[in-house]
């Protein structure tokens, strides 16, 4: 979008919030760079220039603007949008494997080599993923220098930079300001905190309809390791370096996080998934706007507009709970999922709440003996089938995978018919457009709108819903208000 001059412009004169994310202004009288929705009397429009990215407008030499903090716009929609190398790469760089395992690290897990990625990644958004995983260390540097009282060395090492001097300068390059001042700046206004935890603002694209989102999560939690409590949706994460409990709060304008973490190494990837789950960065005016035209879904949207698709922290343990959910009730499938997470779950703290463990990974489940199973026979062998293969990496299902190659790796397993090989690209993919034909609550809420009720006829339909027919699915769903997914539990 940046090489749209005058859609650029249009989007800055306007300062419209739907863009910020989309592209920068870097102002080259001023030296800063900005989002579109920045609140400052903007420049004259032959004093712009548009960036793809943040870490391009930095490597061109522009600073953080100190009034609207472009660096904490939410991210591009586009990168959980599409599934081509340059959105692939970027997944895994919100998820922290640059700084864990460099830019070969990186290349390793998209088959590709350094070279390729690099020159796409330079390409598209102006910045090499180097400089992209220094954006964001920057970042999440100024989170914790802003949210926590640690030693600027911790901070430092806990960002993922190499020493405190590339730290400092790093700080005093992008933001114009050096750690103890970015510190002092932030300790004017009002803070909440909770002792030994971080606490965040996640923002988004308004409109937000919080309902399904955390109704959803809410409903299907899995005891343990999820929770509903005192009006906030909570959960145990299994990151890099150690486990994170996370609360998260909708609120208005914002979604309110506060993070427990082991290892604070792993907060720019605990934060990435927690973006992820609540599906943060999407365009929900392109969205709505494109399912508006069927004249059947139009009223749907215009009732509760900004529904989002809730997503997965983790694809492997969500693949795991959609083979137990298999052809049973909401609540069978928690208490299934219940039972192998107090058999081969790790345990966990939690002094604020009643989480108990960690969801077992892959690796604990591949030994796990089948006929402790309290279930049919043949889902019994579908679930061991789907450990087995992704323990061995027949199937993958990580923030980097081929979302097609997923598909088809998950359809060639005994079992795992189309409505589970679309709920787990839907959920844990996040594939934008994953369909669900074959649901009982898709084809009743088609009958009931008017619309083809035979899978087949309605996957036709469906061509016009594209490429965000996973939203219209949450649209669909939400005719049966009734019913728990739909609704925001009581505090």
Known sequence: ???????????????????????????????????????????????????????????????????????????????????DLVARAMRLI???????????????????????????????LGAGPLALARAQRAQTARLLIETSALPMADIAFAAGFASVRAFNETVREIFALSPTELRQRASRGPRTSVPGALTLRLPFRAPLCPDNLFGHLAATAVPGVEEWRDGAYRRTLRLPYGPGVVTLSPRPDHIACQLSLADLRDLAGAISRCRRLLDLDADPAAVDDLLRTDPQLAPLVDKAPGRRVPRAVDADEFAVRAVLGQQVSTAAARTHAGRLVAAHGEPVEDPAGGLTHLFPSIQAL??????????????????????GALAEGRVALGVGSDWDEARASLGALPGLGPWTVEVIAMRALGDPDAFLPTDLGVRRAATELGLPATPGALTRHSTHWRPWRAYAVQYLWATDAAHAINRLPAA
């Open 1 to 83: 979008m940046h090489t749209d001059t005058d859609r650029c412009l249009r989007a800055a004169q306007a300062k419209d919030a739907r863009f910020d994310g989309w592209f920068f202004i870097a102002v080259v009288t001023t030296g800063i760079y900005c989002r579109p929705s920045c609140p400052v009397v903007g420049p004259k429009p032959e004093n712009m220039r548009f960036y793809p990215s943040a870490a391009a407008a930095q490597q061109a030499g522009f600073r953080a603007c100190k009034r609207c903090r472009p660096d904490a716009s939410p991210g591009s929609p586009q990168w959980n949008e599409r599934a």
């Open 94 to 124: 919100a998820d922290g494997v640059v700084d864990r395992d460099g830019v070969p690290g990186l290349a390793a897990r998209l088959g590709y080599s350094t070279r390729q990625i690099e020159r796409q990644l330079l390409a598209e």
């Open 366 to 387: 591949a030994g796990l003996d089948p006929e402790k199973l309290a279930m049919p026979r043949t889902r019994r062998a579908t679930l061991t089938g789907l450990i």
